[in-house]
């Protein structure tokens, strides 16, 4: 069965430019995650989608990140101008309700 | 406090052996807690899910829980060197929303 997909698998982008990361979930599952994971370190959460409620942003690190969930199903995040300390593996997870199950990830290289 | 905490790690055992990790949570109304793998390079992957007070097992896995107590825990028989991973203890709390603990490194020496 198809699980969670995210595109692109690997981003290179020039510091400065701004990028946009798929995730399209499991269908059905209500929630949608978003994490970022630096090399060697543990998952960092950015935002949280339920059904529809409002997202939680909580862990944005700036205003430069933002994220949008479409009709309740596909995801995209966007960072605006880029930096060096961005680049990171971002995964995005699809949850029914409890749990979740997790993409592939998009590698983010900031040069 | 954060809301979930592992044992840190790295926490390294011999092939064969049983490899224990620990993992306490602060959301006392929390219902629905998760173990996930991580190899290196690899995304967080679902092993194991616990609902109930008590014991699961699925293969070489148990994992326990206890409320009261705010704990639950994973065990590893028969430790493989495919075992080798980072182990993630996730918990829901009361609005669903899933929370991470920073993961346990364990290597199983062959």
């Known amino acids: 069965g198809a699980g969670v997909s995210q595109s692109p698998s690997n981003k290179v982008t020039e510091k400065g430019k701004d990028v946009e990361l798929r995730c399209d979930p499991i269908?059905?599952?209500?929630?949608l995650y978003w994490y970022r994971q630096s090399l060697g370190q543990g998952l960092e959460f950015l935002i949280y989608?339920?059904?529809?409620?409002?997202?939680?942003k909580s862990g944005l690190p700036s205003d430069r990140f933002s994220a949008e969930r479409t009709g309740g199903s596909v995801s995209t995040l966007t960072i605006q101008r880029t930096q060096q300390e961005d680049s990171a593996v971002y995964l995005c997870?699809?949850?029914?309700?409890?749990?979740?199950?997790f993409g592939q990830g998009t590698r983010l290289t900031v040069v | 406090q954060k809301e979930v905490e592992q044992n840190s790690g790295p926490l390294s055992v011999p092939e064969g052996a049983i490899a224990s990790l620990n993992c306490t949570y602060s959301?006392?109304?929390?219902?629905?807690f998760f173990w996930y793998r991580q190899y290196s390079g690899k995304s967080p992957e679902l092993i194991m899910s616990?609902?109930?007070?008590g014991d699961k097992e699925d293969g070489r896995f148990t994992a326990q829980l206890n409320k009261a107590s705010q704990y639950v825990s994973l065990l590893i028989r028969d430790s493989q060197p495919s075992d080798s991973a980072t182990y993630l203890c996730?918990?829901?709390?009361?609005?669903?929303?899933?929370?991470f603990g920073a993961g346990t490194t364990v290597t199983v020496r062959a």
């Open positions: 616990i609902y109930s007070n």
């Open positions: 269908s059905g599952h209500t929630a």
């Open positions: 959301d006392r109304v929390s219902q629905s």
């Open positions: 997870a699809s949850s029914p309700l409890e749990g979740a199950f």
């Open positions: 989608f339920q059904g529809n409620s409002a997202p939680d």
């Open positions: 996730a918990v829901n709390g009361n609005d669903y929303k899933l929370s």
